[in-house]
């Protein structure tokens, strides 16, 4: 049952028709923007987690801690949601507190202290500095790829705008001079054009494939919050005992009670 529901996640979260699905070119825009996002929460992870290490000393460090490893929490938790609505995957189910009536009359560091968990925590840290990695690695595939078929379709432009105003050719020692092959500018503008069509629809697929490395290493799909979730759903529904039962245990009923008999 489990492996069906992860072969159909991974269904539900792959792009097809990438040339003209809108999902293509979100991630695109998304992975643009890794570099940019992988630096500011690298750099927010590290200088608060020095910070309140730096500051134990003195009271301040340790709330700042703890505030540090809910704000990590907040950025894989904003990371996995943004790769959800790329990818059209639906959203997890809300976790609730187990037992918001203890803590609503706890302060804010028991509060703080009591929803700690060092596992999510360090693994949180891990996957920032993930983050930051692949956002360097993801940023520089998708450039390179993106600008390679987007330069062999723009060189008929390019080449046209040269030689009209610099007289420069540029296709004077191309490929074709090496071979002797005599093809006008017209037909090697065909042929690279097409090349570079071919070449932008493989970069496209490389950055679908790219989110789904990312999807995968972000832990989109990893069951840490369904276990939580599905424990939060045992305690919810779990039988109440009814207290008419207790009523009937600590009374009898009714019809088994003895006739009271006067004495005369």
């Not at 730096?54 to 990371?79: H, R, S």
């Not at 062999?152 to 705008?161: M, N, R, Y």
């Not at 050719?169 to 071979?179: C, G, M, V, W």
Request: negative net charge.
């Amino acid at each position: 049952m489990k492996a069906t529901e992860t072969a159909a996640m991974e269904q539900a979260g792959k792009v097809n028709w990438v040339l003209f699905n809108p999902k293509t070119y979100v991630t695109l825009l998304y992975f643009l923007l890794s570099l940019p996002l992988g630096i500011i929460y690298f750099t927010v992870a590290i200088t608060g987690v020095v910070l309140s290490i730096g500051l134990t000393p003195i009271f301040i460090g340790i709330p700042l801690f703890f505030a540090v490893a809910k704000l990590l929490n907040g950025i894989v938790v904003f990371e996995q949601s943004m790769i959800r609505q790329i990818l059209g995957l639906p959203a997890p189910s809300a976790a609730y507190p187990s037992n918001p009536r203890s803590e609503a009359g706890q302060n804010w560091l028991k509060r703080m202290v009591g929803g700690f968990d060092g596992a999510l925590f360090i693994r949180n840290l891990l996957l920032v500095f993930l983050r930051f990695v692949t956002g360097i690695v993801f940023f520089v595939i998708t450039v390179t790829a993106i600008a390679l078929g987007l330069g062999f379709i723009t060189l008929p432009v390019v080449h046209i705008i040269l030689m009209n105003e610099i007289q420069v050719d540029i296709l004077e020692k191309s490929l074709f001079s090496y071979f002797h092959i005599d093809w006008t500018y017209n037909q090697q503008y065909l042929l690279y054009v097409g090349v570079g069509l071919i070449l932008f629809w493989i970069a496209l697929r490389v950055v679908n494939g790219l989110m789904q490395v990312l999807r995968r290493v972000m832990y989109v799909d990893e069951p840490y919050q369904r276990q939580s979730t599905s424990l939060m759903e045992e305690q919810v529904h779990e039988p109440i005992p009814s207290q008419y039962d207790e009523y009937e245990e600590d009374y009898p009923a009714q019809g088994m009670m003895r006739p009271a008999h006067r004495e005369f």
